[in-house]
């Protein structure tokens, strides 16, 4: 069991690019979740999401930002038109039900905007 | 709305000392509480995992408590050691699925 999987590891963008993160969940999880960590900040909880339905996204900023959990493949956390203040650290959760079970987290995805 | 706090920031400590690891929280109706450890640079890493109904959980040299009723949670780290020294995240999970993080401790283990 490869744990959460999560890439790209680092990714750089120019201002006003698009960011697409994934994530994999563990074998056997079917909820996945995003935290972000800004710099020098803890982690705040973005969107719980199922396959094909999004649960909770009273985290997301409410323009640019957007996640899915398709039928088949990774989740995709997707930011539109990047500005300096989205660089952070994203991480990526996934559990196999809800609320009495632990999170495992995957190694995150720092993203850069230049 | 959950708050989380951590005591203290930062901790620095000799080898072999004994620690405690404090957090605080605000709203007790919580479904679990789970320690991390993370290190610069890196993801987390889960160390235990408190259910609501528990007092308590042990891993090696790891004691985590839990008191729902003030709000507390303690980690014990026995014998500490420098490959110890790494940020500590104490979270709660609340109803639907979102966990609350505190800002963590920084440990620092000196041989």
């Known amino acids: 069991n490869a744990g959460v999987m999560q890439n790209p590891r680092h990714l750089v963008r120019r201002r006003g690019q698009e960011a697409r993160l994934r994530c994999s969940p563990m074998?056997?999880?079917?909820?996945v979740y995003w935290y972000r960590q800004l710099p020098e900040e803890g982690l705040k909880f973005m969107v719980y999401l199922q396959k094909e339905n999004i649960i909770d996204e009273s985290g997301m900023p409410k323009e640019r930002f957007s996640a899915e959990f398709p039928k088949e493949g990774p989740s995709i956390l997707r930011i539109q038109q990047v500005v300096r203040g989205d660089s952070a650290a994203y991480f990526c959760?996934?559990?196999?039900?809800?609320?009495?079970?632990?999170?495992?987290f995957g190694s995150g995805t720092r993203l850069t905007v230049v | 709305k959950q708050e989380v706090t951590q005591i203290p920031a930062a901790l620095s400590v000799p080898e072999g000392e004994n620690l405690v690891l404090n957090c605080s929280f605000t709203d007790s109706a919580i479904y679990n509480l789970q320690w991390f450890r993370q290190d610069p640079g890196k993801g987390l890493t889960s160390l235990l995992l408190i259910q609501s109904s528990q007092r308590e959980q042990t891993s090696g040299r790891l004691n985590a408590s839990l008191d729902k009723s003030s709000g507390r949670s303690t980690l014990y780290i026995a014998a500490s050691q420098p490959g110890d020294s790494a940020t500590y995240l104490c979270a709660v999970g609340t109803s639907g699925s979102r966990l609350t993080f505190g800002e963590g401790t920084q440990l620092t283990v000196n041989p």
């Open positions: 959760a996934s559990s196999p039900a809800t609320d009495n079970y632990g999170y495992t």
């Open positions: 074998k056997g999880h079917s909820h």
